[in-house]
């Protein structure tokens, strides 16, 4: 009985993870701006 419970408890969390609708951040063009820049200067370019 155990792959049993293994396979339900498997279920449940797949299902609970694919309604949470998780998806990336949206970065705005000042951030990817500030972003690049800082980029740049971490590896000296």
């Known amino acids: ?3 049993f419970t293994r ?5 449940a969390v ?6 949470l609708k998780l998806h990336y951040p949206v970065v705005g063009a000042a ?4 972003l690049a820049a800082a980029r ?5 370019e």
């Open 14 to 19: 797949v299902h609970t993870i694919a309604g």
């Open 40 to 44: 740049a200067r971490l590896t000296g």
């Open 31 to 34: 951030a990817r701006r500030e």
């Open 7 to 11: 396979l339900a408890v498997a279920a």
């Open 1 to 3: 009985n155990k792959w």
